[in-house]
């Protein structure tokens, strides 16, 4: 499976945005790139996923790189609720879901 | 709300028991769920398949004997620790995604079971 690489920790004041970035220059044509994060003592939440374009939610923003290789998931004001280990996954087989957790970036929001 | 649901939240075991671990889907039928392994301060790891109606297809290294799965109905799966011991002390955590939707849709997680074996 196709590796992606997170810087492990990342600070944020509140209400500011956060960029997290993620690296996955082995990425197939086929992967898709997931975002998962995981609150304390909590199982993991989806947040956001996408292929080429750039994508949008309730929750927050991915910008794809034009060569795929990266990705950055955009939280476009962070609170305190934000503070998680955010996961970017790439997502090999359509309609499955074993998902394969790398290490994950853990965000402090700073009040 | 809750799509996914564990029980119990967690639990304390002597050493040498068993441990059964439910993974409920509340609103979808489900005919693959995963469950997944997390120790302190580590990521999660994929531990096994559940394929509702057949065997569990489990990843390289961990012991099928020892983490029993059972995926009797379309909505429950559970797995089960056999003779627990102190270092099967982890976060096991389950998800599964609703079938028929858009591919690689998102999965939804549990709550999560904390095991500690005494």
């Known amino acids: 499976d196709a590796k992606t690489t997170q810087p492990n920790s990342m600070e944020s004041n509140e209400e500011e945005p956060v960029h997290l970035p993620c690296n996955h220059s082995?990425?197939?044509?086929?992967?898709?790139i997931h975002w998962y994060r995981q609150l304390p003592s909590q199982g993991p939440e989806y947040v956001i996923h996408?292929?080429?374009s750039n994508v949008n939610n309730r929750m927050a923003s991915l910008a794809i790189a034009e060569d795929r290789k990266s990705s950055t998931l955009i939280l476009h004001r962070a609170t305190l609720r934000d503070a998680a280990v955010y996961y970017c996954?790439?997502?090999?087989?359509?309609?499955?879901?074993?998902?394969?957790f790398g290490t994950g970036t853990r965000l402090t929001v700073i009040p | 709300g809750a799509v996914v649901s564990q029980h119990p939240s967690w639990v304390i075991c002597k050493s040498g028991t068993s441990v059964k671990i439910e993974c409920r889907s509340l609103?979808?039928?489900?005919?693959?769920m995963f469950w997944y392994r997390q120790f302190p301060k580590q990521s999660l790891m994929l531990m096994a398949t559940?394929?509702?109606?057949?065997?569990?297809?489990?990843e390289q290294g961990v012991e099928k004997d020892k983490f029993l799965i059972n995926h009797a109905s379309l909505t429950l799966s559970t797995l089960t620790v056999t003779s627990a011991h102190p270092e099967d002390s982890s976060f096991y955590i389950c998800?599964?995604?609703?079938?028929?939707?858009?591919?690689?849709?998102?999965?939804?997680f549990g709550q999560g079971t904390r095991l500690t074996v005494v």
């Open positions: 996954i790439l997502g090999r087989q359509t309609g499955a879901n074993n998902l394969f």
């Open positions: 998800s599964a995604s609703r079938p028929g939707g858009l591919m690689n849709t998102e999965a939804f």
């Open positions: 609103d979808f039928q489900a005919t693959t």
């Open positions: 082995t990425i197939s044509g086929t992967d898709y």
């Open positions: 996408g292929l080429t």
């Open positions: 559940s394929n509702e109606g057949s065997k569990a297809t489990y």
